[in-house]
C-alpha cells in the first residue's frame, strides 16, 4: 500500500468508528429547521452531509481542513524556488488532514506522473465530436468515457466487498486527477491550436505540467496555475458541482461517472461557467465604449444597462458568501505582486468599487461581493490565454483535488445513497392548512 494510502486509511478507520458511536449516542439530536422559504428556494443553508476537506463561513470564505487561502499560500510547499503553493500539498491535506512535507509533495507528483496515460478510446472519443464543441462538454464527455477501466467498477463486477470501496475509490481518483492536465490541454490543444498537442514534460509538478502542456512560456503563468489551481479546488460539499459528484457517487457509481456529473453542474453560468461569462461581458463593454480603458462612469452605466436587460452580473453574489470572496482577493493579491498596470485587471478592480453599490441597491441581492470568476480571466488574458470558451475547464482541473479526496471519504465512511425528500405544491397547501 503507498504511504498517501496507508495513511488515508488509517485515518478514515478511526473516524469511522467514532461516527458510529457518536451516532449511536446523539443521532437524534436535532441540527437545524427547515423552511417552506428554504424548501422552494434551493434548500439555502439546509445541512444535509457531511464533507470533510473543507468548511465554508459566510462572512470568512473557506477554510481547507482550517486554513486559510493567505495561510496555505504560506504553509503549502513549493515547487524548486517557487512562491506559490502546490496542487499536491492541499490533497495531501485535505485527504488525510495533514501538512504534507517537501518530500511528500514531490512523491505525489511523481505518482501522477506514473497515473497519468490517458487510454487511446478517449482521444477518439473526443475526436468524434464536432470540433466547435463547447471544451466543457469535451471534457465531461473525456472523463466518463475512462470510466472503461475503473478499478471500482471492475472490481465491483467481480463481487468487491464493502470493507474495499474505499480502496478503488483510492485508486481510480488518484488515476483520474493525473489524467486531468492531459486531458484538459489536448482539448486545449485540439480546439485553440489545430491539434498541435505537446508532450508532457515529465519533470515537472501536476500544475507546472498542465501549463507546459497547454503551451503557455512564462513562469509566472506557471506560478499562476499553481495558485489557480489550489484555490478552485474545494468550497464545501454543497456547492452545485461537488455536491452532484456526492450524489452520483453515493449510487457506487464510479468516480469518472461521478466527476463527469459534477463538471456539467460546473458548465452552468451561474455555477464555474461564470468565468467564461465574466471575460466575455467585460470584452462586450471595452468592445462597446471603444476603449480598453473605461471610466468608473462608465463602467457603472454599462453594468446598470446590463441589469436594466434582465441579467445577472456575472462573478458577482454568492449562496453562501457575504462578504468578497477571498478567492478573488487571492488573484488580486497575485496581480498586485505580479502584474503592473493591466488595463482588463484595472477594469475588474474598478468593477469591484462599481458593483456592490449598485447591486445593493436593488434590495434583494444577498451578497453584492465579487466571487471567485470576477478576476481569474483578467488574469488568464494577461498571460495571453484569451481563449474564454476553455476558462471553465480550468476551474474543472482544480475542483477534483476536492472532489476526489471528499470521495474517497464518502466510500471510507461507507456513507449511504442520498435520497432527500420532495413534496409537491398540493401537499404544502395541506400542510399550510392544517397547521
Ligand atoms: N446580478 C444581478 N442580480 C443578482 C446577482 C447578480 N450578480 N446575484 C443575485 N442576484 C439576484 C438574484 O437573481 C435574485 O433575483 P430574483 O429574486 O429576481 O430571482 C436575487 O438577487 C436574490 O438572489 P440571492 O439570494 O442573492 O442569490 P442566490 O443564492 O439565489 O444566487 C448566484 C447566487 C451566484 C447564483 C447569484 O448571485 C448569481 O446569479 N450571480 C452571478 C453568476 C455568478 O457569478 N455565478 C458564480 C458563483 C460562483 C461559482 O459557483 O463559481
Redesign the pocket.
Known amino acids: 500500500m503507498d504511504r498517501l494510502k496507508q495513511k488515508f486509511y488509517d485515518k478514515a478507520s478511526a473516524l469511522k468508528v467514532e461516527i458510529k458511536s457518536l451516532l449511536k449516542e446523539h443521532g437524534a439530536k436535532t441540527v437545524g429547521e427547515v423552511t417552506l422559504k428554504q424548501v422552494f428556494g434551493?434548500a439555502?443553508g439546509v445541512k444535509t452531509m457531511t464533507w470533510e476537506t473543507s468548511a465554508l463561513d459566510p462572512n470568512e470564505g473557506i477554510r481547507f481542513r482550517g486554513y486559510t487561502i493567505p495561510e496555505l499560500r504560506e504553509a503549502l510547499p513549493k515547487w524548486k524556488n517557487g512562491k506559490e503553493p502546490l496542487p499536491e500539498g492541499l490533497f495531501w491535506l485535505m485527504l488525510v488532514d495533514e501538512m504534507p512535507t517537501q518530500e511528500d509533495v514531490e512523491w505525489l507528483a511523481d505518482e501522477w506522473e506514473k497515473r497519468s496515460t490517458i487510454p487511446a478510446h478517449t482521444y477518439a472519443v473526443l475526436e468524434a465530436l464536432a470540433p466547435d464543441t463547447h471544451p466543457m462538454t469535451q471534457f465531461t464527455m473525456g472523463i466518463a468515457s475512462m470510466n472503461y477501466d475503473s478499478v471500482f467498477a471492475k472490481r465491483y463486477s467481480e463481487g468487491m466487498k464493502k470493507s474495499d470501496y474505499w480502496d478503488a475509490t483510492y485508486e481510480d481518483a488518484m488515476n483520474l486527477i493525473a489524467r486531468l492536465p492531459k486531458l484538459a490541454a489536448y482539448i486545449y490543444r485540439k480546439v485553440y491550436h489545430n491539434g498541435e498537442h505537446i508532450e508532457a514534460d515529465t519533470s515537472l509538478d501536476w500544475a507546472g505540467n498542465y501549463a507546459h502542456m497547454l503551451g503557455m512560456k512564462d513562469a509566472d503563468f506557471t506560478s499562476l496555475m499553481r495558485l489557480y489551481l489550489t484555490i478552485h479546488a474545494d468550497h464545501e460539499g454543497g456547492?452545485a458541482s461537488a455536491h452532484t459528484a456526492h450524489l452520483i457517487n453515493s449510487t457506487l457509481a464510479d468516480v469518472y461517472l461521478s466527476y463527469s456529473g459534477a463538471m456539467d453542474s460546473l458548465a452552468g453560468?451561474?455555477?464555474?461557467l461564470?468565468n467564461q461569462e465574466v471575460i466575455k461581458w467585460i470584452f462586450e463593454m471595452t468592445k462597446q465604449l471603444g476603449t480598453t480603458k473605461p471610466s468608473k462612469d462608465q463602467i457603472a452605466k454599462y453594468v446598470q444597462d446590463t441589469?436594466d436587460s434582465g441579467r445577472?452580473?456575472?462573478?458577482?453574489?454568492?449562496?453562501v458568501l457575504r462578504k468578497p470572496d477571498p478567492r478573488f482577493t487571492a488573484q488580486k493579491t497575485f496581480a498586485q505582486e505580479y502584474i503592473k498596470d493591466d488595463d482588463y485587471v484595472n477594469i475588474v478592480w474598478n468593477l469591484f468599487e462599481v458593483v456592490p453599490p449598485i447591486?445593493d441597491s436593488?434590495g434583494?441581492?444577498?451578497?453584492p461581493w465579487p466571487?471567485?470568476?470576477a478576476h481569474s480571466g483578467a488574469l488568464l488574458v494577461h498571460y495571453g490565454l484569451k481563449e474564454y470558451g476553455y476558462y471553465t475547464v480550468l476551474f474543472g482541473v482544480s475542483r477534483a483535488l476536492g472532489v476526489m479526496a471528499a470521495s474517497c471519504w464518502s466510500r471510507a465512511l461507507g456513507l449511504p445513497l442520498e435520497r432527500p425528500k420532495s413534496v409537491t405544491s398540493k401537499w404544502v397547501k395541506e400542510f399550510i392548512s392544517a397547521s
Open positions: 434551493g439555502r456547492n453560468p451561474l455555477h464555474g461564470a441589469l445577472v452580473i456575472p462573478g458577482y453574489g454568492h449562496a447591486l436593488l434583494k441581492v444577498k451578497n466571487n471567485v470568476d
